[in-house]
């Protein structure tokens, strides 16, 4: 995640502060069922944390109403249950949270660190910086393409990214170190449909929650720098980042809900798990798919190695066993 227009100005890093007891968390949102990518994300947090003697928290991300799918939540809940993805207290869903992130966006609004935008992602999609470029990682210019009108109706608040260098130690990917101010720019907190955006409210409701550690796929690495500057706009403890292989399909493309992956079957749980231990390099031993789920869990807990995934960002399901998991769960 380097980037090559990064200054040496003031670096950060990104580890929990010592001595607070471990807690992860699982944060899907429910845009779909669980599939075999989010399943990944899933295990993997939930060993990290078990082995770590901590708990583990599930979130749900429900930030985004157009994109989520009614009763996707609960079924991603039973999926967990049913596959032994027990997590400790109760579930929080961010929708609830409105308030709070209200409340972080004033925070920084009276501190100066946010700037109204009137900028288009049609607009911002133009722009030659970003051709490649798609979503959140938009890249946005020191001004704005449109000026925002005299209220704030209608328009984004972003954030005021700091020109310096954010480096973090990530457990499973090494060192890393990115400009966020270069590499996408002031960041929206706040969209225009006035829906809070993730990179706000996952930093405002880990801190909530006591959240230590972060486990979770690639795919989010770049994010990361952004939520420690948020982290230490707000005044609130870092974390310690560990991203596992993101899982992509016979052509490259990650596995997503929102891309239609298909969920998990009902059917074969521990052939489901041994799949997941497979694609995450822990090398589960032949016929351990057969074995009642708390054997598997328990070999797992043994065995949990996640120094084994150093350095690997992305991973095909496409072994001759992950494929007969998929083709079960298109049965």
């Avoid at 989010?38 to 583990?56: D, K, N, Y």
């Avoid at 039973?78 to 992130?101: F, K, M, N, P, Y």
């Avoid at 225009?192 to 795919?219: I, K, M, P, S």
Wanted: with cysteine.
């Amino acid at each position: 995640m380097s980037d090559a227009k990064s200054s040496s100005a003031t670096a950060t890093t990104g580890t929990a502060e010592p001595l607070r007891p471990y807690r992860g968390r699982f944060a899907p949102s429910p845009s779909g069922p669980l599939h075999f990518g989010s399943l990944v994300a899933a295990v993997g947090s939930f060993l990290e944390a078990r082995t770590r003697g901590g708990q583990w928290l599930v979130r749900i991300e429900d930030l985004d109403p157009p994109r989520e799918r009614p009763g996707a939540a609960d079924e991603i809940l039973t999926t967990l249950e049913r596959l032994g993805l027990h997590w400790d207290g109760q579930v929080l869903r961010q929708s609830t949270r409105r308030d709070a992130h209200q409340a972080a966006l004033e925070q920084l609004l009276d501190e100066g660190r946010v700037r109204r935008c009137a900028c288009s992602r049609a607009q911002l999609s133009a722009l030659p910086e970003n051709r490649q470029r798609t979503g959140d990682d938009l890249y946005h210019p020191p001004r704005c393409l449109v000026e925002p009108g005299p209220t704030g109706n209608g328009v984004a608040w972003r954030f005021r990214a700091p020109d310096l260098d954010v480096a973090f130690l990530d457990r499973v990917q090494g060192e890393q170190r990115s400009n966020v101010a270069r590499s996408v720019g002031d960041f929206v907190l706040r969209r225009r449909d006035g829906h809070y955006a993730y990179q706000l409210a996952v930093v405002v409701d880990d801190a909530a929650q006591g959240v230590t550690d972060v486990v979770r796929g690639a795919d989010l690495l770049p994010s990361t720098p952004r939520q420690i500057l948020l982290q230490d706009a707000l005044r609130l403890p870092r974390l310690t980042y560990m991203h596992v292989p993101l899982a992509v399909d016979d052509s490259g493309l990650k596995l997503s809900k929102s891309g239609d992956a298909p969920g998990l079957s009902r059917s074969a749980p521990g052939g489901q798990l041994v799949a997941v231990l497979a694609f995450l390099r822990q090398s589960p031993p032949a016929g351990l798919d057969g074995a009642p789920l708390d054997e598997i869990w328990q070999w797992a807990l043994e065995h949990w190695r996640p120094q084994s995934l150093a350095g690997m960002k992305a991973g095909s399901v496409a072994t001759a066993e992950q494929r007969a998991i998929r083709q079960e769960q298109t049965s």
